[in-house]
């Protein structure tokens, strides 16, 4: 049974979470630097083979009334390089996931200020497990 990886993408760092063999419980994984969109696809090429992904859900972030924004188009292009790795791919909404991955951190007695990639990874846990619960209960 593979796992499946979620990714909250960014312009700087990307979070990344796997579900455990299971799909019932995500963690945080890992957090990639973005320098540059091909380089990108070649690192999660690597996880995706090592850690035996099977699909990806992506965080899609969503204006809070529900238009696009600056960001909606980044991670559109993201997921039209992601493609090329032929794997099923699934949005989740991704609103406020950093504010509850900073929470999270905080109730921790974790400082977020130097801890931005823990954030990130963070992050694309929440984001993943939304996605892991949803389908669940369908």
């Given amino acids: ?6 990714v909250d993408y960014g312009d700087v760092r990307v979070g990344l979470a796997l579900s455990d063999t299971t799909k019932l419980i995500a963690s945080p994984f890992k957090t990639i630097q973005n320098k540059n969109s091909g380089l990108l696809i070649s690192k999660l090429k690597e996880i995706i083979s090592e850690n035996d992904v099977e699909s ?9 009334k529900g238009q696009d924004t600056n ?6 292009d993201f997921i039209q390089s992601l493609s ?3 794997l099923p791919i699934f ?7 950093s504010i509850a991955a900073k929470k999270s951190l905080f109730m921790e007695n974790i400082k977020t200020g130097h801890n931005k990639e823990i954030i ?9 497990q939304q996605f892991l619960d949803r389908i669940r209960t369908k």
């Fill in 84 to 86: 090329t790795l032929c």
């Fill in 1 to 6: 049974m593979g796992r499946i990886l979620g």
């Fill in 120 to 128: 990130d990874q963070r992050a694309a846990a929440i984001v993943l």
């Fill in 71 to 76: 960001q909606t188009v980044k991670v559109k």
């Fill in 56 to 64: 990806i859900v992506v965080g899609f972030p969503i204006g809070m």
């Fill in 91 to 97: 949005l989740e909404d991704e609103r406020l996931s």
